[in-house]
Structures are given as structure tokens and as C-alpha cells.
């Protein structure tokens, strides 16, 4: 029962995300054969205020 969390900066569409969750769903099944109906997939957007890189907030880049 493999379970995937995957952390985004908001902004991505709704189609987007729906893409990515078939895509690493298509790609958990095939690497270790897991049934699509056993794979969880948790997509969280993250606020740009809350995600810094090298000392800088997303937001102020």
C-alpha cells in the first residue's frame, strides 16, 4: 500500500495535479507492481510565503 506525498508551491491547475497523480501512479505500478487501487497519492500546496530557498522566501523571488 505504497502512500506518496508530494509537496508543490500553489499556482499548478487542477488538471495539472490530475496529470501528475496518474502519471506517479502509472510509475509506482510499474516499478515495484502495485495495483492502482493501492496507491494513495497526497498532493499538498504549499503558500510561497512558506518555502524558502538559500535564505529567500518564494515569494520575494
Given at each position: 500500500m505504497p502512500i506518496v506525498?508530494?509537496?508543490l508551491l500553489e499556482g499548478r491547475t487542477t488538471?495539472?495535479?490530475?496529470l501528475l497523480a496518474e502519471k506517479v501512479t502509472q510509475a509506482i505500478?510499474?516499478?515495484i507492481g502495485a495495483t492502482p487501487e493501492s496507491i494513495s497519492i497526497i498532493i499538498r500546496d504549499?503558500?510561497?510565503?512558506?518555502?524558502?530557498?538559500a535564505g529567500k522566501l518564494a515569494c520575494d523571488k
Open positions: 506525498q508530494i509537496d488538471e495539472q495535479k490530475r505500478e510499474e516499478s504549499m503558500a510561497k510565503e512558506n518555502y524558502a530557498k
